[in-house]
């Protein structure tokens, strides 16, 4: 809320703008837990691993901002950020699973019946890739924090873009941009949504509870593998094919996204001007060096 949090490969950064229209920086040594066994570096496992983490630091740096821009003292507990947490998944399984589910079945026992995997989950993926939009659009038309929200979404992709093009972090450089990105967080969830058709298709069609306790387990696969397609896809842009592939998401960002002011831009960047120059001063010191990821 009101800032940017940057991520690199030892920390986690973020900028907020205060209510007196100051810049707070902060920034934090991040250890991944994919740098502890190899096994958790495997294809697909890393995935999942790095989609926890990032909920869990999003959700703490969403706190965190939110105490910040409202002028509050008091952070919320390690626990009440679990606990939101929690709540919040336990929102996503009744939107994205269970309501699917239930919804191609009432529409299968309307039309006689949809016994086919692979059609039943057609069904079931339109609908809920129909749920997520509409959620996006609801949000969006409701609450006027949610539009400045995208609008620091867009800032941050625009900050990254211009560090990628190699060129001077100032807002100035960012105004030619636009707001998507090719790893952008919401072109992952559409890709969880259409791979997860395909995974939910060898699960079979039966009880509504099996077909909902089903796909929850199988979602760190779904996750695993989306995340696989979008390092993947952003490190082969020359293909034609693989922007033909991208396509989709990087329009489903114009929804998450917003254009962002001068200001904003000033956010996104001074968070990740500090992460860099985190990274660039641990270097430095001889008793960091050895224990970094470069």
């Known amino acids: 809320m009101e800032g940017v949090l940057m991520r690199s ?6 900028a907020v703008r205060t209510p007196e229209g100051e810049l707070d920086l902060r920034a934090e040594r991040f250890r991944s837990v994919t740098r502890k066994s190899r096994f958790f570096r495997l294809p ?4 999942f691993l790095s989609l926890a983490e990032t909920l869990w630091l999003g959700m703490r740096a969403l706190t965190i901002s939110t105490n910040i821009a409202l002028g509050e003292e008091e952070e919320l507990s390690r626990k009440e ?24 079945k009432g529409i299968g026992a309307l039309a006689g019946g949809i016994e086919h995997p692979v059609l039943f989950n057609l069904v079931e993926g339109v609908i809920r890739v129909a749920i997520f939009v509409a959620y996006l659009l609801i949000i969006t038309a409701a609450s006027r924090d949610i539009k400045r929200f995208f609008a620091y979404h867009g800032a941050e992709h625009k900050a990254i873009k211009v560090y990628e093009r190699g060129e001077e972090l100032v807002p100035e450089n960012a105004r030619k941009l636009d707001t ?12 969880v949504l259409v791979l ?42 020359d293909s034609a094919l693989v922007r033909a592939l991208v396509w989709p998401g990087l329009q489903l960002q114009k929804l ?26 641990a270097r430095i010191r001889p008793d960091e060096t050895n224990k970094l990821v470069i």
Not at 44 to 47: A, E, L, S, T
Not at 271 to 281: F, H, I, N, P, R
């Open 196 to 237: 997860s058709i395909l995974v939910f298709s060898l699960l079979g069609v039966e009880g509504w509870l099996y077909m909902v306790a089903s796909r929850v387990v199988v979602i760190p696969l779904v996750a695993g593998l989306a995340f696989e397609f979008i390092m993947w896809s952003a490190r082969h842009q």
């Open 9 to 14: 490969p030892n920390f986690w950064g973020m």
């Open 81 to 104: 950020i679990a606990a939101t947490l929690l709540l919040a998944l336990g929102l996503g399984v009744v939107l994205f699973l269970v309501a699917p589910v239930l919804g191609t």
């Open 44 to 47: 697909v496992i890393r995935g």
């Open 180 to 191: 998507s990105h090719v790893r952008c967080g919401t072109s992952f969830i559409l890709y």
């Open 256 to 281: 998450t996204t917003r254009e962002p002011t001068d200001e904003m831009v000033e956010v996104a960047m001074a968070s990740l001007k500090k992460v860099l120059a985190m990274e660039e001063e």
